[in-house]
C-alpha cells in the first residue's frame, strides 16, 4: 500500500521540485498539493493524506500553528517539516508540537527522498540536513558528562533503562540517576523532551540510531 503524501510550498520551483523528488520515491504517492497553509489544511481535510511535508514558512499562517491545526483533528497524520533554518530551537519545537521529521531546505536533492523516507518510518524524531555540529561542544554547554551523553544518545534512540544498563554494564538505578541529571540539565520533564533536545542540538546522527536499533531488536 502506498504512502499518500500531501506537499505543500509557496515557492513553486521548489513545490516543483519536491513533486519530482518524493515521486521518484517508492511507495510514495503525491495526492494533493499547496501554496499556503489554509490550502494545505484544507486538503488534510479532505484528501486525508497519510504524510503531509510543509514548509514551515508559507504565508498567512505561521507553521507552528499549522502543524497544531492538522494534528488537531487528524492525529495519525505524520508532518514532515520544511526550513531555511536550522536553529536548534525551532527544530525542538517543531518536534515538541508533534511533526515527526525536520528538513533544511539546502539538503541535497538527492537526500530529500530518503531524509523524508527514513522520518516517516521511524518512531523516534528525524532531523536531516542539518549543519555539522560538535557534540562534545553542545554537550559542554549543557554540562553533560561523557556518560550522560551517552545516556542521552540511547534514550533518544529509543533504548530502555534495562537496555541501556546492560550496555553500560551498570544497575538501572544507575542510569535513573543519569537521566534525573540530564533532565535538570537539560531543564526537560522527561525521556521525550529529552531526545528532542538530542535532535534538535545534532546529537544523533542516522547512523547511531541505526547502530542502536541494532541492539535493540
Not at 498539493?33 to 503531509?52: F, K, Q
Not at 487528524?74 to 536550522?86: C, F, P, Y
Not at 538501572?172 to 531543564?187: A, D, P
Request: with cysteine.
Amino acid at each position: 500500500m502506498k504512502v499518500r503524501v500531501l506537499i505543500a510550498d509557496d515557492h513553486p520551483a521548489f513545490l516543483a521540485g519536491l513533486r519530482r523528488t518524493l515521486s521518484a520515491v517508492e511507495g510514495f504517492e503525491i495526492v494533493a498539493e499547496a501554496t499556503t497553509c489554509a490550502e494545505a489544511l484544507t486538503a488534510v481535510d479532505r484528501i486525508r493524506p497519510d504524510v503531509a511535508v510543509i514548509d514551515l514558512g508559507m504565508p498567512g499562517m505561521d507553521g507552528i500553528t499549522c502543524i497544531d491545526r492538522m494534528l488537531a483533528t487528524h492525529r495519525k497524520l505524520k508532518i514532515v517539516t520544511l526550513s531555511e533554518s536550522a536553529e536548534p530551537e525551532l527544530v525542538e519545537q517543531v518536534f515538541k508540537h508533534g511533526a515527526c521529521t525536520f528538513v533544511v531546505k539546502t539538503i541535497g536533492t538527492g537526500d530529500l527522498g530518503p531524509a523524508i523516507r527514513q522520518g516517516v518510518e521511524r518512531t523516534a524524531f528525524h532531523a536531516a540536513g542539518l549543519p555539522a555540529l560538535q557534540s562534545a561542544t553542545a554537550a559542554n554547554r549543557a554540562g553533560l558528562s561523557e556518560r550522560e551523553l551517552i545516556v542521552l544518545r540511547a534514550i533518544a534512540g529509543g533504548l530502555s533503562n534495562q537496555l541501556v544498563a546492560k550496555q553500560l554494564w551498570v544497575t538501572e538505578q544507575t542510569v535513573k540517576f543519569h537521566l534525573t541529571n540530564i533532565f535538570r540539565k537539560l531543564g526537560v520533564g522527561n525521556r521525550t523532551e529529552a531526545a528532542r533536545w538530542a535532535f534538535a542540538h545534532g546529537l544523533v546522527s542516522d547512523g547511531e540510531l541505526d547502530a542502536t536499533a541494532d541492539r535493540r531488536s
